[in-house]
């Protein structure tokens, strides 16, 4: 696809996600990665609802700007995510509700943040990490998502909400999607004991679709109360 077909992408896509209140205002930010190594980014103080194609960030592979808008300041979060995940070709980073919301219940498993509550949570965005507080823009938070060690394509940044990687910018929107869906969920059924999926199920889903899933390297990660 070429790199103004890909610009076209990235505002079709944020269009459907601001018009959905999947994040408000001028948050949020979308990256792609390029086949030279360089990244389209969606520029800073930019609403995802009304993006200009050509005024969308260019970087090259060293991060530096190239053409385009001053890009968002949550670059060293993208640039982390990419460097532990190869397969990466997309990064989306919402402020949607109710993932933000699960971020500050006291229960949830930094190594797990959802249980296996549907089939597509785990086709969609495997298991989710949760990392601390960092204002936005901090540099540190790469160094937490670095010590992830590229186990999770979604994270949940605590307070601040989800950042998810895919290898198309479609993958990776959709499977934004399904963990807002997922947190939604939970909201939903918190304290009302509902039935999530068995790790009998959860292996087979890994085994039938090639799910990796840091749960089942050892830590079964799905003690929610």
């Not at 993006?51 to 300041?73: E, H, V, Y």
């Not at 204002?135 to 938070?141: L, M, S, T």
């Amino acid at each position: 696809m070429s790199e103004n077909r890909l610009r076209e992408e990235i505002c079709r896509y944020g269009r459907s996600l601001f018009e959905r209140g999947l994040t408000p205002g001028s948050s949020g930010n979308i990256s792609l990665r390029l086949d030279d190594g360089g990244w389209l980014v969606t520029p800073t103080n930019a609403s995802l609802g009304f993006l200009d194609p050509a005024r969308i960030s260019r970087l090259d592979a060293a991060g530096q700007l190239i053409s385009g808008d001053k890009p968002t300041k949550e670059i060293p979060l993208h640039s982390a995510l990419y460097e532990s995940r190869g397969s990466a070709r997309a990064i989306v980073h919402l402020h949607s509700t109710h993932a933000v919301a699960l971020t500050m219940l006291p229960e949830i498993d930094p190594r797990a943040a959802l249980p296996p509550m549907t089939p597509y949570y785990l086709m969609r965005a495997g298991e989710t990490a949760l990392v601390p507080y960092y204002r936005p823009g901090d540099p540190a938070v790469a160094d937490a998502i670095r010590g992830l060690a590229g186990k999770y394509s979604s994270v949940l940044l605590a307070n601040h909400g989800p950042v998810v990687a895919g290898d198309s910018l479609e993958a990776a929107v959709f499977a934004t999607e399904e963990l807002e869906e997922t947190a939604k969920l939970y909201l939903l059924l918190r304290n009302l004991n509902p039935r999530y999926l068995s790790p009998e199920q959860v292996a087979d889903l890994a085994r039938t679709f090639g799910i990796d899933l840091p749960s089942l390297d050892g830590h079964e990660g799905h003690d929610h109360d």
